[in-house]
Nanobody, 127 residues
Framework: QVQLVESGGGLVQAGGSLRLSCAAAGRTFSSYAMGWFRQAPGKEREFVVGISRSGISTGYADSVKGRFTISRDNAKNTVYLQMNSLKPEDTAVYYC????????????????????WGQGTQVTVSS
């Protein structure tokens, strides 16, 4: 089991940047593929980006490609989401999630496959 805690959300102007962090409690962080999802008011939770257990493979939603970057530091049990060139449509609660796939290179993109979730952190982008 793993517990996830997000941080780094806040209010930023369009075009600005934020860096989200997700700290995992547990000694087997490197066993988990990690992902970031977001949920805007009145909308379903959607996949944003994922990273494999090894950190070598990543996958991005088309809406954030070229603007967002995911990374992980297995020594610190932390995954990061660097968000640049933010747009008002990026406004949402951002959630960190963890899954335990068999392969080191698997990027998990499906919400239902993730077993563990953080409590979320609010990101608001003003125009």
């Amino acid at each position: 089991q793993v517990q996830l805690v997000e941080s780094g959300g806040g209010l930023v102007q369009a075009g600005g940047s934020l860096r989200l962090s997700c700290a995992a409690a547990g000694r087997t962080f490197s066993s988990y593929a990690m992902g970031w999802f977001r949920q805007a008011p009145g909308k379903e939770r959607e996949f944003v980006v994922g990273i494999s257990r090894s950190g070598i493979s990543t996958g991005y939603a088309d809406s954030v490609k070229g603007r967002f970057t995911i990374s992980r530091d297995n020594a610190k049990n932390t995954v990061y989401l660097q968000m640049n060139s933010l747009k008002p449509e990026d406004t949402a609660v951002y959630y960190c999630a963890a899954d335990k796939p068999a392969l080191m290179s698997t990027v998990v993109t499906t919400r239902s496959e993730y077993d563990y979730w953080g409590q979320g952190t609010q990101v608001t982008v003003s125009s």
